[in-house]
């Protein structure tokens, strides 16, 4: 155990590189993105000390260029889940064991592998398997994972420094344990950082788990499990499984050692999580911690006063970066009569700049493809079904093309109706609709704004008035957890905008922060009486 009270390193936002032309970082991950684009990577799964191959495998496929093959990945059976579970059980006791420093030293050590001999690594598969742009995969794989890692020592720390009170010939204090069990993480396709940072965030705090990432982002997850080999994560303490999701699912979800979820995904997906966990509630040795950051209807409300190229930037970088693939991407939008026409006409003049979407690999791309044929579709279906629609325009883009990769064009749709079917559903791609208001109607646009969707992610208020930015802020204060005032509603940064959401987007425990890493612990309350009692008579009892 250690001996001492430690100061861990001061957590700092990681430096995001810029990757301009005739640099070495750009020459760097273009050569790393040749090398995997060529070549082929076999993905095992991870239980225990063993990297086992199934035999049962999937190929991996850049979304942009869907024909092309980078890999297979192996799938898991029934037996598979159930040993790593148990893999991660036989790992707790040690890893729960070890001292809270020495599990920081090897997330710190993590981190300084991402932000050294690993970025380009792990930039360069994000943007193969993911079809990011090196932007968005350095600000995501790198420099969020990163912080991450770094800002949630320094949390653990903080949380581990918290004592209670203690009065005369009394100690108090409070162990922070793990959760007895095991805990599940569920990670997301979109963010290499979230696929790092679920199963991470529980390890930190001691806890071993069984993780399952999106089979669209088992490139970058394989790469996520070098960096936490090296950085000596001991065995047992991450397991990773792929396959059928509902038998991994139902597996974990029968232990009775099942202690918790840490879940990024759809809505429909983590409702049904936990309706089946409140079905299973009496095998289960404690109450599982349920943590969920879901999906979003994200918008951008702006004032008559706002300034039309500030809210046409706003849009076009909400809603068209990484292909609106975010769930915090802006994918409504209410403009006041007044500037609505020229807002969108500097947005299109924005999408027209755009060169045609295709490879990362082109750093001139602004927009590459969406991540598979399931959403291409869908997304298509969508903007055809606004250009039949009376109550519907397609005013920028709606192209869409899969011949060679997923490509949707950035499309702006204009309703007559607030509540169309665009301004209620979450589309997660490049598809953004707009609601013109009448300037008059500003306050009630507020209320349809928080009315219209069942999210409460992001969203955003752009006025140079401060008093319709404080009305905005008090109508709209359950609709987003994260919540920009002259800004898009994207791109929140570790230990400065904790993110998550309520109402159907999440359990809003914030990820990157404090509050995060308290739900995968479980205080324990020690009392010492130093000179303990002997007579049961209180004075009041005294004649």
Known sequence: MGKGFFNVPVAVNEPVRTYEPGSS???????????????????????????????????????????????????????????????????????????????????????????????????????IAQSKNIYQAEIDAACELIDFLNFNVEYMAEIYSQQPESSEGIWNRVEYRPLEGFVYAVTPFNFTAIAGNLPTSAALMGNVVVWKPSDHQIFSAKVVMDVFKEAGVPDGVINVVYGDPEMITDTVLASPDFAGIHFTGS?????????????????????????????????????????????????????????????????????????????????????????????????GNFITAVIHEGAFDKLASYIDQAKKDKDAEVVIGGGYDKSKGYFIDPTVIVTTDPKYKTMETELFGPVVTVYVYEDKDWSKTLKLVDETSIYGLTGAVMSADRYSIAEATKVLENSAGNFYINDKPTGAVVGQQPFGGARASGTNDKAGSAQNLLRWVSPRLIKETFVTPVDYRYPFLGE
């Open 25 to 127: 970082e750009r020459e760097s991950v273009l050569q790393q993105y040749k090398e995997y684009y060529n070549g082929q990577v076999e993905v095992p799964l991870y239980i225990g000390s063993s990297e086992i191959k199934t035999g049962n495998t999937a190929d991996m496929a850049p979304p942009h260029d869907h024909k092309h093959k980078v890999g297979k990945y192996h799938k898991a059976e029934k037996k598979h889940v159930e040993s790593a579970i148990s893999e991660a059980l036989k790992a707790r006791e040690a890893w729960a064991a070890l001292s809270w420093e020495q599990r920081a030293s090897i997330f710190l050590k993590a981190a300084a592998l991402i932000s050294g001999p690993y970025r380009d690594k792990l930039n360069a598969s994000t943007m």
């Open 267 to 363: 809505t429909t997906v983590f409702k049904d999580i936990w309706r089946k966990i409140g079905n299973n509630i009496d095998k289960y040795k404690t109450y599982p911690r349920i943590v969920g950051e879901t999906g979003g209807k994200d918008y951008i409300i702006a004032h008559p006063t706002a300034d039309a190229r500030q809210v046409a930037t706003a849009i076009t970088r909400g809603a068209f970066e990484f292909q609106g693939q975010k769930c915090s991407a802006a994918s409504r939008v209410y403009l006041p009569k007044s500037t609505a026409q020229d807002i969108l006409d500097l947005v299109k003049k924005d999408v027209e700049s755009f060169k045609p979407a295709g490879s990362p690999e082109d750093m």
